[in-house]
């Protein structure tokens, strides 16, 4: 059985910076795809940040250049890197493992004031 639990959301202002963790037992960050997703009041979940098991990134047009995703095989572990914060990046984020599957964790509030 899977469990995710993700961390390191807060509030933050404008242009600042904030990393979140996703931590997971049941499963192998080595040899599977992640995902970073995020949901703002009234929207629906978006893909932010995905890392294959190779290693290939790919991001949302709305956060290149200023998230990064990466993972600690060995800690089972996924984090979000985000820089230059702005207001709509306010949301609550959660991780996926694998990438697509039904495995989620509760979600961390990310908040960007203006």
């Known amino acids: 059985q899977v469990q995710i639990v993700e961390s390191g959301g807060g509030l933050v202002q404008v242009g600042g910076s904030l990393r979140l963790s996703c931590a997971a037992s049941?499963?192998?960050?080595?040899?599977?795809?992640i995902g970073w997703y995020r949901q703002a009041p009234g929207k629906q979940r978006e893909l932010v940040a995905a890392?294959?098991?190779?290693?290939?990134?790919n991001y949302a047009d709305s956060v290149k250049g200023r998230f990064t995703i990466s993972r600690h095989n060995a800690k089972d572990t996924a984090y979000l890197l985000m820089n230059s914060l702005k207001p709509e990046d306010t949301a609550v984020y959660y991780c996926?493992?694998?990438?697509?599957?039904?495995?989620w964790g509760q979600g961390t509030q990310v908040t960007v004031s203006s």
């Open positions: 996926n493992a694998p990438l697509n599957s039904e495995n």
């Open positions: 049941g499963i192998m960050f080595s040899i599977n795809a």
């Open positions: 890392l294959s098991r190779g290693g290939s990134t």
